[in-house]
């Protein structure tokens, strides 16, 4: 049973902006073992942290994934990403989760697809440490493939990529949970947004089995370049959307 909202917490949250300031002070409360605690906690959250960040977990697709300060929170919309990359993989898959950060997209198809070969990988270091707690498989630290096994080369079955795809003008745009408390590389795309995205499409070829997918979440209205760096790098494009998670996402066959 779920402790009752303290009626000063939920002040203090409301004041600073918290639309659902009832449902954060009981996570805020159950995860405090003292009041001295439970008020540093709140004070993380009314200057803006995000709660996931305060709480040292985020919620996605059924599962509690570690999250520390500084690096990416797991979003919602990502769950057709998930959605997608389960459709595709099967039982003793290779699947490689690339711009990983905390592990999320790899843990959540691990979660529902028995036995897959799962890799993943980040740049972000605090990120890594957060997605070796969360991934069952191998996590590699470096920038895109450059950290990854030869022996992964050609065998990739699905390769799923949350990269970093807003417009470095737009970072300044976006909420100040996202644009002061998470790492800029894991948000700043470039002038465009889909500088990484390039990079990811023009070397999946090296890393795709015959017949492998890579998917990757993309915005709708960058959809249309997504797929063009796709086709660029020799991969039959399609798109998909949920109109309800408000999700786009690429996926790019390289063809038996």
Same mark, same amino acid.
């Given at each position: 049973?779920?402790?009752? &909202?303290?009626?000063?917490?939920?002040? +203090?949250?409301?004041?600073?902006?918290?639309?659902?300031?009832?449902?954060?002070?009981?996570?805020? =409360?159950?995860?405090?073992?003292?009041?001295?605690?439970?008020?540093?906690?709140?004070?993380?959250?009314?200057?803006?942290?995000?709660?996931?960040?305060?709480?040292?977990?985020?919620?996605?697709? #059924?599962?509690?994934?570690?999250?520390? &300060?500084? $690096?990416?929170?797991?979003?919602?919309?990502?769950?057709?990403?998930?959605?997608?990359?389960?459709?595709?993989?099967?039982?003793?898959?290779? $699947?490689?989760?690339?711009?990983?950060?905390?592990?999320?997209?790899?843990?959540?198809?691990?979660?529902?697809?028995?036995?897959?070969?799962?890799?993943? %990988?980040?740049?972000?270091?605090?990120? *890594?440490?957060?997605? +070796?707690?969360?991934?069952? #498989?191998?996590? /590699?630290?470096?920038?895109? /493939?450059?950290?990854?096994?030869?022996?992964?080369?050609?065998?990739?079955?699905?390769?799923?990529?949350?990269?970093? /795809?807003?417009?470095?003008?737009?970072?300044? =745009?976006?909420?100040?949970?996202?644009?002061?408390?998470?790492?800029?590389?894991?948000?700043?795309?470039?002038?465009?947004?889909?500088?990484?995205? +390039?990079?990811?499409?023009?070397?999946?070829?090296?890393?795709?089995?015959?017949?492998?997918?890579? =998917?990757?979440?993309?915005?709708?209205?960058?959809? &249309? %370049? !997504?797929?063009?760096?796709? !086709?660029?790098?020799?991969?039959?494009?399609?798109?998909?959307?949920?109109?309800?998670?408000?999700?786009?996402? *690429?996926?790019?066959? +390289?063809?038996?």
């Amino acid at each position: 049973m779920s402790p009752d &909202p303290d009626p000063a917490v939920v002040a +203090r949250l409301r004041s600073a902006g918290c639309v659902f300031a009832e449902d954060e002070a009981v996570l805020l =409360l159950a995860a405090a073992a003292s009041a001295a605690q439970l008020d540093g906690l709140v004070a993380r959250r009314v200057a803006g942290e995000p709660l996931e960040q305060v709480l040292g977990w985020a919620e996605f697709c #059924g599962l509690r994934l570690a999250v520390e &300060p500084g $690096v990416f929170v797991p979003r919602q919309r990502t769950r057709l990403l998930v959605r997608e990359a389960v459709a595709l993989a099967s039982s003793g898959s290779v $699947v490689l989760d690339l711009c990983c950060g905390v592990g999320a997209v790899g843990a959540a198809v691990a979660a529902v697809v028995p036995s897959v070969e799962l890799h993943a %990988a980040d740049l972000d270091p605090v990120a *890594v440490r957060c997605a +070796r707690r969360n991934v069952s #498989g191998a996590v /590699y630290a470096g920038d895109l /493939y450059d950290p990854l096994p030869e022996s992964l080369r050609g065998r990739v079955d699905v390769l799923v990529a949350n990269a970093p /795809y807003v417009p470095t003008e737009a970072i300044a =745009l976006m909420p100040p949970e996202a644009r002061d408390h998470e790492a800029r590389a894991a948000l700043d795309g470039g002038v465009d947004g889909l500088d990484v995205q +390039r990079r990811v499409a023009a070397g999946a070829p090296d890393w795709l089995a015959p017949g492998g997918a890579l =998917l990757i979440e993309t915005g709708r209205e960058q959809a &249309p %370049a !997504t797929q063009a760096a796709c !086709t660029a790098a020799g991969l039959t494009t399609r798109v998909v959307e949920d109109d309800d998670l408000a999700a786009t996402v *690429v996926v790019a066959v +390289r063809e038996p």
